[in-house]
């Protein structure tokens, strides 16, 4: 019995609040000094008492992201529009005393702290991301020879469907088939629609678990994936030996570098603020419990799977699990080195 294992997304993000009320009024919070010091050149339009600046103009715009040369007429007069609209917006919710409202003003923090930490994250892995060396490339890429030297393509035929709401009943349904005809057969019977097809499967890019358990298939293997909104039997047909090398090894290493140090940087600041924070009353209990539902590890052989992992084919799902796996056909969680 194989199993496979849900992908990490251990990723920071920066959160852009454009357009939420609790923002807008976030912005105009910041105080009517620092604008009215703007050169008058820098007004570009004016809302009630209020002015706008083209800074505040290039920074909607830089939000959207929408490049300098692509800022035609329309383009700015949106960006431009949402930002009166905004500050109108603001001027009323005040004008009501929405800022004196408790939940408004937790949101108001709540906002100024996501802003200010997501910035302070994109600041610091920018700073480690600029330094990455040749040696650290050239180590990664002699520690990974599954990406580069011995980079393997797994051709496979599969079978794709929305999870039914019984995914117990399939898998006792499917739990001896050996071929894809028998899984479509069963799927035909228990009324589920799919669609069947080939597709690639790129060692370079496959979470390490999924990979092991490729490996280690047999001949007659069927693979059961499945994420919360789809999921996929399949067979590997063929494995064909495609090493990445030269300049396309070296771009695709220097990625995975910088995703890798965006993982352990976003586990060193969770680490430290945890270690920096004191809870109080029952809430010291609560946050000693160990986090359920460490994916990652692979099960040993005839064992169970780990919590949150997807079973293969006879495996039984784990009650109300989340799984996070993408199918094989939309594995997209790492961008595809070029050949």
């Not at 005040?94 to 994250?121: C, M, N, W, Y």
């Not at 520690?143 to 797994?154: G, N, T």
């Not at 396309?248 to 060193?268: H, L, M, P, T, Y």
């Given at each position: 019995?194989?199993?496979?294992?849900?992908?990490?997304?251990?990723?920071?993000?920066?959160?852009?609040?454009?357009?939420?009320?609790?923002?807008?009024?976030?912005?105009?919070?910041?105080?009517?000094?620092?604008?009215?010091?703007?050169?008058?050149?820098?007004?570009?339009?004016?809302?009630?008492?209020?002015?706008?600046?083209?800074?505040?103009?290039?920074?909607?715009?830089?939000?959207a992201?929408?490049?300098?040369?692509?800022?035609?007429?329309?383009?700015?007069?949106?960006?431009?529009?949402?930002?009166?609209?905004?500050?109108?917006?603001?001027?009323?919710?005040?004008?009501?005393?929405?800022?004196?409202?408790?939940t408004?003003?937790?949101?108001?923090?709540?906002?100024?702290?996501?802003?200010?930490?997501?910035?302070?994250?994109?600041?610091?892995?920018s700073?480690?991301?600029?330094?990455?060396?040749?040696?650290?490339?050239?180590?990664?890429?002699?520690?990974?020879?599954?990406?580069?030297?011995?980079?393997?393509?797994?051709?496979?035929?599969?079978?794709?469907?929305?999870?039914?709401?019984?995914?117990?009943?399939?898998a006792?349904?499917?739990?001896?088939?050996?071929?894809?005809?028998?899984?479509?057969?069963?799927?035909?019977?228990m009324?589920?629609?799919?669609?069947?097809?080939?597709?690639?499967?790129?060692?370079?890019t496959?979470?390490?678990?999924?990979?092991?358990?490729?490996?280690?298939?047999?001949?007659?293997?069927?693979?059961?994936?499945?994420?919360?909104t789809?999921?996929?039997?399949?067979?590997?047909?063929?494995?064909?030996?495609?090493?990445?090398?030269?300049?396309?090894?070296?771009?695709?290493?220097?990625?995975?570098?910088?995703?890798?140090?965006?993982?352990?940087?976003?586990?060193?600041?969770?680490?430290?603020?945890?270690?920096?924070?004191?809870?109080?009353?029952?809430?010291?209990?609560?946050m000693?419990?160990?986090?359920p539902?460490?994916?990652?590890?692979?099960?040993?052989?005839?064992?169970?799977?780990?919590?949150?992992a997807?079973?293969?084919?006879?495996?039984?799902?784990s009650?109300?699990?989340?799984?996070?796996?993408?199918?094989?056909?939309?594995?997209?969680q790492?961008?595809?080195?070029?050949?």
């Amino acid at each position: 019995m194989l199993y496979t294992t849900p992908i990490s997304h251990g990723r920071w993000r920066v959160a852009a609040i454009a357009c939420a009320l609790s923002g807008a009024i976030l912005l105009a919070g910041c105080g009517k000094k620092e604008e009215t010091q703007a050169a008058v050149g820098q007004v570009i339009a004016h809302v009630g008492p209020d002015d706008v600046t083209q800074q505040e103009l290039d920074n909607e715009l830089r939000l959207a992201n929408v490049p300098a040369d692509k800022r035609s007429d329309a383009i700015v007069k949106a960006a431009l529009t949402r930002i009166v609209e905004r500050k109108y917006l603001v001027q009323q919710a005040l004008a009501a005393k929405l800022d004196r409202e408790p939940t408004v003003h937790l949101d108001l923090l709540r906002s100024r702290e996501q802003i200010l930490a997501g910035a302070f994250v994109q600041r610091d892995l920018s700073s480690k991301m600029s330094t990455i060396s040749k040696n650290e490339i050239d180590s990664y890429i002699q520690a990974h020879p599954k990406q580069f030297d011995k980079r393997e393509l797994f051709q496979i035929e599969q079978i794709s469907f929305t999870p039914p709401k019984d995914l117990n009943a399939l898998a006792a349904e499917t739990k001896d088939d050996k071929t894809l005809d028998q899984v479509e057969g069963k799927l035909n019977e228990m009324n589920i629609k799919f669609s069947r097809g080939t597709t690639t499967l790129d060692s370079a890019t496959m979470p390490a678990e999924m990979l092991q358990a490729l490996d280690a298939k047999k001949a007659d293997d069927v693979f059961f994936i499945r994420s919360p909104t789809s999921a996929s039997y399949f067979k590997v047909q063929s494995v064909d030996a495609t090493p990445l090398t030269g300049d396309d090894a070296d771009q695709f290493a220097k990625r995975e570098v910088r995703a890798e140090i965006g993982r352990k940087g976003a586990q060193q600041i969770t680490e430290a603020a945890l270690a920096n924070a004191k809870y109080e009353g029952d809430y010291a209990r609560v946050m000693a419990l160990p986090t359920p539902g460490a994916a990652g590890a692979a099960p040993p052989a005839g064992g169970e799977p780990p919590a949150g992992a997807a079973p293969a084919v006879g495996g039984e799902p784990s009650a109300g699990a989340t799984q996070t796996t993408e199918k094989p056909a939309d594995n997209s969680q790492k961008e595809q080195p070029k050949n």
